[in-house]
């Protein structure tokens, strides 16, 4: 499979491309800036420079096409303001989805945050970027052309994977270690009956692939 990752440098997608590579699929990152390149490169993904800020539908599009899926895993950050959660949590969001429509890319992950939701009220920094992930989310979801999927982990942590985690509809808060969220995508990208499904995700006591096969079954 050809898998293109938007927010290539990230925590989350440097592990998964880790993963998808070593298994053998051919796997790009799309990054802001080209000095992250050789890093994508030490994790066996092609380094795309594309800045998801300021590109157009069709820019982005033409990074997708001939893709057999892709994954929004892109983030302003913790560092950033409330102005770069609209244009990066929301709006890069937004403009992957699309782009990924134009380019005929049917399945897409999305990476969004447990207590996403568009109508969270508050105005601390955290609450604009849950809003924003929120209304991303829903953007994704009307989509009828995406075979989409969205992972709303807990709290992430930097401990090692441990292969057990609790993957629900609703799971309750909890935290997760980034080894296991990137675990979880790998396994959803070649799972499409979990397409239509918004899922939360922490740790717990059942195995990675057991858990993706549960919530595809119901």
């Keep these: 499979m050809r898998i293109v990752i938007a927010g ?10 880790r993963l998808l590579a070593a298994r053998g699929d051919e796997v790009a990152g799309i990054i802001r800036r080209a000095e992250q390149a050789d890093d994508l490169r030490a ?3 092609e380094p795309i420079v594309l800045d998801l800020e300021s590109a157009s539908v ?20 913790p560092g950033s303001g409330a102005a770069r959660k609209d244009t990066v949590d929301k709006g890069a969001a937004v403009l992957f989805a699309d782009a990924a429509v134009r380019a005929g890319v049917r399945r897409l992950l999305v990476v969004s945050s ?7 009220e508050g105005d601390e920094v955290f609450d604009v970027y849950l809003r924003a992930k929120g209304a991303a989310d829903d953007h994704v979801r009307a989509q009828d052309a995406l075979e989409w999927t969205i992972l709303r982990p807990g709290a992430l942590t930097d401990d090692a994977g441990t ?3 609790r993957l ?4 309750g808060r909890g935290s997760i270690p980034r080894d ?5 995508l790998a396994e959803l990208v070649d799972t499409p009956a979990t397409a239509g ?5 922490v740790s717990g006591s059942t195995p990675v692939s057991v858990a993706v096969k549960s919530v595809a079954g119901n």
Excluded: C, P, S, W
């Design 8 to 17: 290539g440098h990230g925590q989350i997608a440097l592990r998964l491309e």
């Design 43 to 45: 994790a066996g993904a």
């Design 58 to 77: 069709e820019e982005v599009a033409e990074r997708l096409r001939g893709a057999d899926a892709a994954v929004f895993a892109a983030g302003a950050g």
């Design 114 to 120: 447990m207590g996403a939701d568009a109508r969270h």
């Design 163 to 165: 292969g057990l985690v």
């Design 168 to 171: 629900e509809a609703h799971t």
């Design 180 to 184: 296991d969220v990137a675990t979880v």
């Design 197 to 201: 499904l918004t899922l939360e995700l």
